[in-house]
């Protein structure tokens, strides 16, 4: 499949409950983003809500992808090093999470579908305050592989069943807070 779904959110939210133009296909849980100053000079969405849920969801324009290689990238700053998901491909049509991206406490990457955990990245791998490119790819499927590259160097990848949910599809993505 080609080019699916591209988001620089320079043009994502008016400080009202509905998001401008094209990137009214995101979803907001709160209003509780902000844009600020981003990696190199343009804008980026950033979450300020103490706890809680705060994610933000948008379909694939395309709708579930079913077969062949996902690929997310996205350039990536944190403020604490909490253990947290940070980023979550699901079926559009579930809440079933499919496959996620997690930082840990240490500085750490993990990969998981659903509550299992596939791959964990050494510690120390990033620090606060600091941007970072991260880029995941996976094939989803009982016989699957992911990849987890942080500014271009793999940091954890492997295979075996990437499913979270009872198919293969993939269909929305989630930034959670």
Not at 34 to 44: A, D, E
Not at 107 to 117: D, L, Q, W
Not at 121 to 127: D, F, G, L, M, N
Request: net charge negative; hydrophobic share 40%; aromatic share 10%.
């Amino acid at each position: 499949m080609g080019f699916v779904f591209l988001e620089g959110f320079d043009y994502y939210w008016n400080g009202q409950a509905t998001p401008n133009g094209a990137q009214a296909q995101w979803v907001k849980g709160f209003l509780d983003q902000q844009l600020v100053m981003g990696r190199y000079g343009g804008l980026c969405l950033q979450h300020t809500r103490a706890g809680g849920t705060e994610n933000i969801l948008c379909n694939f324009p395309e709708g579930d992808i079913t077969t062949g290689m996902i690929t997310v990238g996205f350039a990536f700053a944190c403020s604490n090093l909490l253990t947290r998901q940070i980023m979550i491909l699901d079926p559009a049509s579930s809440t079933t999470e499919q496959f996620s991206l997690w930082q840990h406490a240490d500085g750490s990457f993990s990969v998981r579908n659903g509550a299992t955990t596939l791959g964990t990245s050494a510690a120390a791998q990033h620090v606060i305050n600091t941007w970072y490119y991260l880029e995941l790819a996976v094939t989803v499927a009982n016989s699957g592989s992911f990849e987890l590259r942080l500014n271009n160097t793999n940091i954890v990848s492997g295979s075996g069943d990437t499913m979270g949910a009872a198919n293969a599809n993939t269909g929305r993505i989630t930034l959670p807070e």
